[in-house]
């Protein structure tokens, strides 16, 4: 994706995109073709680590039992430690806001059953439940700072249910560069992972939160 291109694309979608009193968002969002999502070997679920951090400040909950408790409260928004999930379990609406509050969920490895039992029915459909993929699930023992910082920097591609992926880049505030910088290591990652490249690309397109999309390519 030639960055002279995306600046351009950039620059547009700030033009036309009205003034808010916040520092809106950045999507990119690829339309796929020719690509069969039916076949698991075809889907995407990406977590795709960013040069730059995409803006938004990711919230991070713990649901831990004793042997990291004390780490992720150091370090983590929230830790729900596991003699408290019956309770969670029991309240819908307190699982419900837990689940719209927070990012990502980091899960200790040896009670990852007890997580789904209390968790699996309300993160499962947000796509939310911890992810071994995003270096979500982890052993008993282990540094959670490191995990904390890296998903400041991670965007999720997903695709399986529908040919197109939506996912952030950066905010108003950052540098054009970085931003650029992001959009194409996203797409770089796409283009790696469809299984004939550019030619299952249909359509990308670069949008504000408020803004109309800007098309680049």
Same mark, same amino acid.
């Given at each position: 994706?030639?960055?002279?291109?995306?600046?351009?694309?950039?620059?547009? $979608?700030?033009?036309? *995109?009205?003034?808010?009193?916040?520092?809106?968002?950045?999507?990119?969002?690829?339309?796929?073709?020719? +690509?069969?999502?039916?076949?698991?070997?075809?889907?995407?679920?990406?977590?795709?680590?960013?040069?730059? =951090?995409?803006?938004?400040?990711?919230?991070?909950?713990?649901?831990?039992? *004793?042997?990291?408790?004390?780490? $992720?409260?150091?370090?983590?928004?929230?830790?729900i430690h596991e003699q408290d999930f019956a309770n969670y379990a029991k309240d819908k609406k307190a699982t419900?806001?837990?689940?719209?509050?927070?990012?990502?969920? +980091?899960?200790?490895?040896? +009670?990852?059953?007890?997580? $789904?039992?209390?968790?699996?029915?309300?993160?499962?459909?947000?796509?939310?439940?911890?992810?071994?993929? $995003?270096?979500?699930?982890?052993?008993?023992?282990?540094?959670?700072?490191?995990?904390?910082?890296?998903?400041?920097?991670?965007?999720?591609?997903?695709?399986?249910?529908? =040919? +197109?992926?939506?996912?952030?880049?950066?905010?108003? *505030?950052?540098?054009?560069?970085?931003?650029?910088?992001? !959009?194409?290591?996203?797409?770089?990652?796409?283009?790696?992972?469809?299984?004939?490249?550019?030619?299952? !690309?249909? *359509?990308?397109?670069?949008?504000?939160?408020?803004g109309k999309p800007v098309k680049l390519m």
């Amino acid at each position: 994706m030639d960055k002279t291109k995306v600046l351009e694309a950039l620059k547009k $979608a700030k033009e036309q *995109s009205k003034k808010r009193n916040f520092s809106q968002r950045y999507d990119i969002i690829v339309n796929l073709k020719d +690509i069969n999502l039916k076949d698991p070997t075809n889907q995407l679920d990406l977590f795709v680590n960013l040069h730059y =951090p995409h803006g938004k400040k990711m919230k991070v909950c713990a649901l831990v039992g *004793s042997e990291l408790k004390e780490e $992720a409260e150091k370090v983590c928004d929230k830790t729900i430690h596991e003699q408290d999930f019956a309770n969670y379990a029991k309240d819908k609406k307190a699982t419900k806001k837990v689940a719209e509050e927070f990012d990502y969920f +980091i899960a200790q490895a040896n +009670i990852m059953g007890k997580v $789904a039992g209390a968790f699996g029915r309300t993160l499962g459909p947000r796509k939310k439940m911890p992810n071994p993929k $995003a270096g979500c699930v982890v052993p008993p023992k282990t540094s959670l700072q490191p995990i904390c910082e890296r998903l400041q920097h991670v965007t999720r591609v997903y695709a399986k249910e529908r =040919p +197109i992926i939506q996912c952030t880049v950066g905010i108003e *505030s950052m540098k054009d560069e970085e931003v650029v910088d992001n !959009i194409q290591t996203v797409f770089k990652q796409i283009l790696s992972h469809v299984p004939n490249e550019k030619n299952n !690309i249909k *359509s990308v397109y670069l949008k504000t939160t408020m803004g109309k999309p800007v098309k680049l390519m």
